[in-house]
Structures are given as C-alpha cells and as structure tokens.
C-alpha cells in the first residue's frame, strides 16, 4: 500500500508540474499574442484595407496557434453565401470559386446552429463529402486543402452578429487541444475589436476627404489637393485649369418637390462630372449646389468640349419629379 501511494503522490506530481508547463506555455503563448494584437491595432491606422487586415489576423493565428500551417478567413456576402477573404498555403482564387451558403458551413453544423463556439475538425473531408457539391469539392481539393488533415475553427463576432469565421489548419490529426480552443477564443475575441476598430478608422478617414450626400470630395480635401497640385505646377511647369459649377434654379426643385428631390439632382450631377473627367482631374462639392474641378495640363477648348458632352448627358437623362421631366442645366465659371 505504501508503494501504490508513493506510486500515487508521484503521479500527482507529474501531473500538477504537467499542468503548471502547460499554463506556462499557455501565458507565454498569450503574452505574444497580446503584443501582435497590439501591433496590429496599431497599423491600422494606415487605412489599409480590410482584406489586407484580415490577412495579417490570420497570418498571427498561424504563427500563434502551435501546429498550424495554413487557414482561411471567411465571411457572408450579401446573399448570405460564402465568402473567401484571406487564405494562407491555399490557393484563395480558387476558394473564392466555391458557391456555399454561409449557414451550410462546418462549423455552424457542428453547433446544431446555436451559440457557436470554436471548435477542432480531425474528419473534415467526411463533413465537406455532406455540405459541398461535387464540382465545388473539387475545386476546395484543388486549391491544396486536402493536405490539412485537422483544422481548428472560431466564429469572430462583432456586437452579438457572427461577421465571419477564423480557421487554421494543420497536416498533423492530432495537431489542437484545449490550449488552442482557449487561445483562439481570446484571439478572436480581440480580433473583434481590430476589425471594429478599423471600421470606425475607415469611415472615419473616408468622411474627411469624400460629401457624405454625393460621395463625391468634399471641400477641405479639395483645398488641400489643389494646393499640392499647385506646388506641382510651379515647380514643375504645366497647366491647371479651375472650373466653378453652379447648379441653375436648384432652389425651385428645393422649395416646389422638396429636399429629397433636391438630393436627387444633387446625387445625379456629382456622379455624372465624376465619371466624365480623368483620374488626374479632381472634382469636389464645394458647398450647397455649388461644386468644384480643376483640370491638369489640359487645354481650355478640350475642357470646354468635356463639359458640351457632360451638358448633352444631362439632356438625354432627365429626372423626373411628380410626372415632370427635369434637366439638370448648370452654370460655370
């Protein structure tokens, strides 16, 4: 007996120090978790896109979660199908390829379609055999996923609405433990908030260059690409040419039809200047129905003949308001 209880306590022991190497690891593996989530919230203050940020959360989950080698990062699209934003070791094109409803997905199955929370696939290909068509198994085969054996995968939820799902892959089947589903709950946790983040930097950025009615500039940002512009000129010769648009009787459309016919014409104006001009060109709203281009190295008669085209779009399109046509006529200067 007294041997079976040395045997015991050694046991114990071994398993306690097991326990304590384990959350020892698991601190350190937080630890450089936290500084990459760090990292990363602060480059998204470049306004990178949000594709591009997504490859860099899951290129993190890689290198954190211990036996991973590749993943994907997937959203739903407007029509609630599969979307492939991010890929790594697999051939994202092809992904993108793949036609499935988000609600079809592994994960959400594995859930019974209830609180989603991560879980470790060791027989994706059975599971995929029940949810893909033929057509699109071959293409998911195609794109190198059939060299990942098990794959760990979480939902990223933003304020209680799933935006997406995180998964990293492995070509080891026993490659994740309940470390990892730990980790990548904290993981996606955080990558939450970055996604959240650069939303709100995003718009933030675009509402202090673009109108937020015409989506066309606006006029701070105008003012401070004209003077970049004409810096250039000076110091490197050229022209730029400054065009004042006034938008005629746009105060009758106000006062007799009201203001959200007024938006339409406004609307209707912007995009029809934007789309008619060249990307070296600028056009802004400057104010009420006033707005505002400048044209580099560009002649004034070729300028001239750009705005009889645009005033010949504006015939051929009128908008109509309680059964009334409506041409949109403009002034300039």
Not at 56 to 78: F, H, R, Y
Not at 175 to 191: G, K, L, P, V
Not at 206 to 226: G, I, P, Q, W
């Amino acid at each position: 007996m007294l041997i079976k209880y040395s045997n015991n306590l050694l046991l114990n022991q071994k398993t306690i120090l097991m326990a304590a190497h384990s959350d020892r690891d698991f601190v350190v593996k937080n630890n450089k978790l936290r500084e990459a989530i760090i990292s990363l919230n602060h480059s998204i203050l470049s306004d990178k896109s949000m594709e591009n940020l997504l490859e860099e959360i899951l290129k993190i989950a890689i290198n954190t979660i211990e036996g991973s080698s590749a993943g994907t990062v997937i959203i739903p699209d407007s029509e609630g199908m599969v979307k492939y934003t991010a890929a790594s070791g697999m051939d994202l094109e092809k992904l993108k390829k793949i036609k499935i409803k988000f609600k079809d997905i592994i994960l959400l199955k594995m859930n019974n379609n209830k609180v989603l929370k991560p879980k470790i696939i060791r027989n994706k290909a059975r599971l995929i055999d029940g949810l893909m068509e033929p057509e699109d198994i071959e293409i998911y085969n195609n794109a190198g996923t059939h060299e990942y054996v098990s794959t760990l995968c979480a939902p990223i939820f933003i304020d209680s609405t799933i935006y997406g799902v995180l998964s990293v892959d492995s070509c080891d089947k026993d490659a994740f433990n309940q470390d990892d589903i730990r980790m990548m709950e904290y993981f996606t946790s955080e990558m939450a908030l970055v996604i959240k983040n650069s939303r709100l930097i995003s718009k933030a950025f675009h509402m202090s260059k673009y109108d937020s009615l015409t989506n066309v500039h606006n006029r701070h940002y105008f003012e401070d690409m004209a003077g970049v512009a004409f810096n250039e000129i000076k110091r490197y010769g050229g022209k730029l040419h400054f065009v004042l648009f006034d938008l005629d009787n746009f105060k009758i459309i106000n006062d007799t039809y009201g203001h959200e016919s007024g938006d339409r014409v406004l609307k209707e104006f912007a995009e029809t200047i934007k789309t008619s001009i060249r990307g070296s060109d600028l056009f802004a709203r400057y104010g009420g129905d006033e707005f505002i281009a400048y044209f580099r190295n560009s002649d004034i008669k070729d300028i001239e003949n750009k705005i009889l085209t645009i005033k010949e779009k504006f015939n051929q399109n009128s908008l109509v308001f309680e059964g009334k046509e409506y041409t949109t006529r403009f002034s300039m200067v």
